[in-house]
């Protein structure tokens, strides 16, 4: 039984409520006072808690601070003026799940205690101890994750090159996780006590990246220091040099790179004294550097000097299967993070993971969850809390489309029929209003029925979009 406890002195708004909640299906109780209120949920253990933040003696804010404490599992919905923004403010950082304004709109208060429900339908379905788990501590950090063939082929070959001092290139789309296989092959090697020095080289300009790479002694150039300053070959001795987005360096710059691999020697900008160096360099990038080559836009010898081992990093889209071990492992990160608890995610959510293109790779996936994670309302996150690009590419999917214009055709044909068989003057309103209707219920659909998200995508108000759905009950 879904059982939901109101906590307000208000004794109309509590037979209102009462009498609103039965004919939902819900099963309703009823506490006038703050302290009626716990001792009621000690006892009856609600799933959902309506509290009014103004009440005699206690207020709802400090009871709500009180119901999260000791009884954490319970969704509290907080009910408040529209302009009291400050009170808003409080009670969603006290972990409030949602808000119902006054004057109450139980339009609204269906939507919400529909996602509060679903969020505890969720919770049901992860294991029985997972409330019990404290925030993961000790992570390490970010590492390489999947369990996919094409990612078990990848943990070969880091085995195989840290084995060895052999140079190495790794290809992939931005985002993909050429910097972490980087760090595995080094962390993996002889080398792994040595330092690890990474360099971004499409972030830095050419005259910069040159005298990163390479160093400058003083007087060298304009604001050069006075004591110079070694370059990145000099920081990576005896370990292992990363550079990334290699595509990016200028052909001067390739020819300077090429002869520090070929002889282990470099000199400073400004300096005469050749400097002999121990350096595993592994490169990377998200470019095609083959047909740089073929264009001219990239040195050969450069090229298959990095190419002597070359290791292609996939797209998240090609090993879906190793999204869910990816959301649980930055699920663990982010919460550390964010100083928040999130048990998981919903199924109809991570469905909605595994079905994105993933343009931007494992490090899109991340920032997704990132944001869902410190949006959504409780401790699960459900498909709503998700960015609205993951929902926008489900319906821009071409499928999808096609699909969503045959059904359109269809209901136009029939209204079309129906009209001229009534000898209606009227065909283009009644076209135009069934259709509407139908658009709303299949982006209602697509957004497990949240309004906010279904009137931004349809531009329109929410209250405009709340308007058109009960003129279509109606109807």
């Known amino acids: 039984m879904k059982n939901v406890l109101v906590i307000d002195d208000d004794e109309k708004i509590c037979w209102a409520f009462e009498q609103f909640l039965e004919s939902e299906g819900y099963c309703p109780s009823i506490a006038n006072s703050a302290e009626e209120g716990l001792r009621r949920i000690a006892a009856d253990k609600p799933d959902v808690v309506l509290l009014d933040v103004r009440l005699p003696g206690m207020s709802g804010l400090e009871a709500l601070g009180k119901i999260k404490a000791g ?83 990848i943990y070969k070959l880091i085995g195989v090159m840290a084995s060895n001092t052999v140079t190495v290139l790794i290809e992939g789309e931005t985002g993909t996780g050429k910097d972490l296989v980087a760090r595995a092959i080094h962390a993996g090697s002889e080398r792994k006590d040595k330092p690890f020095i990474p360099v971004d080289c499409g972030a830095l300009p050419d005259e ?25 070959f000099e920081l990576a001795d005896g370990g292992t040099l990363f550079l990334d987005e290699v595509g990016n360096m200028t052909p001067a710059l390739q020819v300077k790179l090429l002869r520090a691999l070929q002889t282990q020697e470099i000199e400073r900008l ?27 836009q990239f040195r050969e010898d450069l090229y298959y000097r990095f190419k002597r081992v070359a290791l292609h990093l996939p797209p998240l889209r090609e090993r879906r299967e190793d999204i869910p071990l990816l959301v649980t492992h930055f699920l663990q990160l982010i919460q550390e993070e964010l100083g928040k608890p999130i048990r998981g995610i919903s199924e109809d959510g991570m469905q909605r993971l595994r079905d994105y293109a993933w343009p931007g790779n494992v490090r899109e996936l991340e920032n997704c969850l990132r944001s869902a994670a410190a949006l959504c309302r409780a401790d699960v996150i459900l498909p709503e809390d998700l960015p609205i690009e993951i929902h926008a ?41 069934t259709l509407d209707k139908a658009l709303i219920e299949l982006v209602l659909d697509e957004f497990s029925g949240n309004h906010s998200k279904t009137a931004d995508l349809l531009g329109m108000s929410r209250t405009t979009l709340l308007k058109k759905i009960r003129q279509g009950e109606t109807e």
Do not use: C
Not at 208 to 232: D, I, V
Not at 407 to 414: E, G, M, N, R, V
């Open 208 to 232: 910069l990246l040159e005298s990163e790479l390479f160093g400058y002694e003083a007087g060298a150039f304009t604001g050069a220091k006075t004591e110079g300053k070694p370059g990145r």
């Open 270 to 296: 400004g300096g005469t004294r050749t400097l002999k160096v121990d350096v595993r360099v592994v490169a990377a990038t998200n470019q095609e550097l083959e047909d740089m080559v073929k264009r001219g």
């Open 71 to 153: 009884y954490p599992w319970v969704i509290v919905i907080i009910i408040t003026a529209y302009d009291d923004v400050e009170t808003t403010i409080e009670a969603m950082r006290l972990q409030a799940f949602d808000f119902v304004p006054k004057p109450i709109d139980l339009d609204i208060v269906r939507s919400v205690l529909d996602r509060a429900f679903r969020t505890q339908s969720v919770r049901s379905t992860l294991p029985a101890d997972a409330a019990q788990e404290p925030l993961t501590t000790g992570i390490a950090g970010h590492r390489l994750v999947g369990k996919s063939s094409q990612m078990r082929e």
């Open 393 to 433: 590419g489900d319906l821009a999917d071409p499928t999808d489309v096609s699909q969503l214009v045959t059904a359109f055709k269809s209901i136009l044909q029939d209204v079309t029929r129906a009209a001229i068989a009534d000898e209606k003057s009227r065909l283009y309103e009644e076209v135009v209003a």
